[in-house]
């Protein structure tokens, strides 16, 4: 990609960006152009659908998170990891508004164009929970497609004006029910 359009490519997704943080992922397309000096038929230039705008802005926090899970697991305890690693998540979809919806639309839906980014993003928090699991400090019960729903559902939360204020007190009730001691191991 050329220079100058790379620069137009990246000046749209910072005034998506900031479009999205205010309005959620429903922010109008024409709104974003006008905010990023362009026409509309210059952002879907770039970004022929709204899915592969919110593709382009989501799959660099989407490299972070799953980085961060990486880092979490070979840094951190088992239970530490699964639980900042879970903070991080919830912190980041509040960023934009109503994702957490886009993102479990786009799990089943293989022609989604943000499903590989969220398949891998899936898998990475897997691995935390797969490896709490196996010492023994996370249920048994839970599986990836759970802890993703409770992701999703601390997420919404976050997206609450009333409930916000308790989102991280309730991260804590979820882990402490998730985590367990190794004697509750077989639970």
């Known amino acids: 990609m050329r220079a100058d359009a790379r620069k137009n490519r990246d000046h749209l997704l910072t005034v ?3 479009a999205i943080a205010e309005q959620g992922v429903d922010a ?5 152009a006008r ?3 362009v026409g509309l038929a210059t952002l879907l ?3 022929p659908t709204r899915e592969a705008l919110l593709e382009a802005l989501l799959h ?3 490299e972070e998170l799953t980085a961060k899970a990486a880092e979490f697991e070979a840094a951190d305890s088992p239970e530490d990891a699964l639980v900042s690693w879970t903070r991080d998540c919830v912190a980041w979809t509040t960023t934009y508004r109503g994702v957490t919806v886009l993102m479990a639309a786009a799990i089943e839906d293989e022609e989604s164009a943000l499903h590989a ?3 891998t993003l ?5 691995r935390l929970l797969t490896r709490a699991q196996d010492a023994g400090v996370a249920r048994k019960d839970i599986d990836r497609d759970d802890l993703f729903a409770l992701i999703a559902m601390l997420a919404w939360l976050g997206d609450q004006p009333s409930l916000a204020p308790r989102a991280d007190r309730l991260i804590d009730v ?3 029910a998730v985590l367990q001691r190794a004697t509750d191991a077989g639970r």
């Open 122 to 126: 899936r898998a990475a928090g897997s």
């Open 60 to 62: 660099a926090s989407f």
């Open 45 to 47: 230039r770039h970004f």
């Open 35 to 37: 905010r990023a000096g």
């Open 174 to 176: 979820v882990a402490s």
């Open 16 to 18: 998506a960006g900031t």
């Open 28 to 32: 109008s397309m024409r709104d974003i």
């Open 117 to 119: 980014s969220c398949v």
